[in-house]
């Protein structure tokens, strides 16, 4: 037994072919793999069967999620998970497709026999509590979306203050080099939006997918607008509704437990959509896109906020999470920014500026799990040891896929233009970011304001 890792990780790099990427502990105390590499703890033979029930992603979730794996003491889980993601995009690892006569040959053989001599064979553990079952109905009917955002978004707003912190804003903060702080640089990304919308007083917002209702508040309060936020987590909407109350808006804004599908008394003069559109789902973006683009006025904008995925290689089928999936977001899709566009168009919309948030979203995950790490113990009183740990794994996880620019999050401006084709924006980018509240011009075909007629030139005021 003294040589049990040894034994396991020799069998394991002769059936896949290539090094493992990691050190590795079992419960005996043996340790083998590359000198100086992260170090993963399978505490005990359960950790085992996981791994090989469900090799890869998975199993190395539900072990970690259960606590049948751990981290050596002093290693990161940043360059552990940065390890585990550059071996799983290897090109030998990305192709690997183990038929039987590779588990029944040789070096198949070799892997079963190390098992059995840890003492590890057996049926599959059941997998931890907070893994989700898939819920009944049609993908992305009604229910099945407020059954998958409970899932995610109803595990207590107390826990949600831990890990976001005071702002309650639960999407990329934007880093301005005067953002010193979380909370500075999520109030520099409201009011971006809210700029990029071109608000201002006696607008009425929409605000789909409104978490805790951090954005309505900093609209109204700094806009003057009067706002409508929708949401399908019970959790968020109590707590927004009572930040709302303190805050002494009540008479301007509204929350309501409401399906974006479901709304029907716009028109609305902006739409907001942050964090909210990777729930839609492929088969439902075209009702989402349409839906909105009826709710707006002509000349009204929405600002969509949404992760991104890279496209796939040709002939490459596209590659879900399984951990994301059962764990974090159900039903839960990207698509690439392309796409979006793509979509958003097809409803209607012109699409006018295009902006990458990536590293943003990097700097922000990194915030959130020093934020949850700072306050473990009372983070695992609240949710349990094992949500716990599906969230530090998933943010993290996420922190690098951003970094890697693995995933991308991108905010897309689009105008319902007027039946005149004209999208209400001044001329240039610089002067709708920076003067919200100035009075749009009005554009003429060539895209500068027309002068008036002279009758001398006749009915065609020349545009340069």
């Known amino acids: ?35 100086g590499a992260p ?14 029930w469900q090799p890869g992603e998975l199993g190395l979730a539900r072990a970690y ?32 497709a183990l038929g039987p006569r590779d588990v029944l040959g040789a070096k198949g053989r070799r892997v079963l026999a190390a098992v059995l001599r840890a003492g590890a064979v057996g049926l599959d553990p059941e997998p931890p509590r907070e893994e989700v079952r898939k819920a009944d109905g049609r993908l992305h009917s009604r229910s099945r979306d407020r059954a998958a955002i409970s899932h995610h978004y109803d595990v207590g707003n107390d826990f949600y203050r831990i890990v976001l912190g005071s702002s309650m804003v639960y999407s990329c903060a934007y880093w301005t080099p005067e953002a010193k702080s979380l909370e500075a640089a999520q109030e520099a990304k409201l009011d971006l939006i809210c700029r990029k919308l071109g608000l201002r007083p006696g607008m009425r917002l929409l605000d789909v997918g409104c978490g805790w209702g951090s954005l309505l508040l900093h609209a109204a309060k700094h806009y003057g607008v009067t706002a409508v936020g929708v ?7 109590a707590l927004a509704r009572a930040r709302i109350e303190e805050a002494g808006l009540s008479d301007r804004v509204e929350v309501r437990l409401q399906d974006y599908r479901e709304i029907a008394d716009g028109p609305f003069d902006a739409i907001s959509s942050v964090g909210m559109a990777e729930h839609v789902g492929s088969e439902q973006y075209r009702v989402y896109a349409e839906g909105l683009y009826r709710m707006l006025v002509p000349g009204g904008r929405l600002l969509n906020h949404q992760i991104a995925r890279r496209p796939d290689l040709p002939g ?10 059962r764990y974090v977001f159900p039903d839960g899709e990207l698509s690439p920014v392309g796409s979006t566009v793509a979509r958003l168009e097809e409803a209607g919309f012109e699409v006018r500026d295009v902006e990458s948030l990536r590293e943003h979203y990097g700097l922000t995950l ?6 949850l790490e700072a306050r473990w113990t009372e983070a695992v009183r609240l949710v349990g ?5 599906v969230w530090r794994l998933y943010m993290a996880a996420s922190a690098l896929a951003f970094e890697q620019n693995r995933i991308g999050i991108n905010q897309v401006l689009a105008v319902r233009s007027t039946e005149e084709g004209a999208a209400g924006l001044p001329p240039t980018r610089e002067e709708w970011l920076l003067s919200p509240t100035a009075a749009a011009p009005q554009l003429v075909a060539g895209g500068v304001a027309a002068a008036p007629a002279d009758p001398d030139l006749g009915d065609r005021p020349s545009v340069r």
Not at 39 to 52: C, D, S
């Open 39 to 52: 170090t993963v703890v399978l505490r005990n033979r359960r950790a085992l069967r996981r791994l090989i």
């Open 1 to 35: 037994m003294a040589k049990l890792a040894g034994q396991l990780v020799e069998a394991l790099e002769g059936l896949l072919g290539v090094p493992v990427p990691l050190r590795v502990q079992v419960w005996d105390g043996s340790v083998a793999g590359p000198p």
């Open 316 to 325: 490459e089928p596209h590659r879900t999470s399984p951990f994301i999936d």
């Open 65 to 96: 999620v259960a606590g049948d794996l751990e981290l050596a003491p002093g290693t990161d889980l940043y360059e552990t998970l940065s390890a585990v993601a550059r071996f799983a995009e290897r090109p030998e690892i990305r192709t690997l």
């Open 385 to 389: 040891r094992g949500r716990a740990r």
């Open 366 to 371: 990194r915030e959130w799990v020093a934020n």
């Open 231 to 237: 949401s399908i987590s019970r959790e968020q909407v």
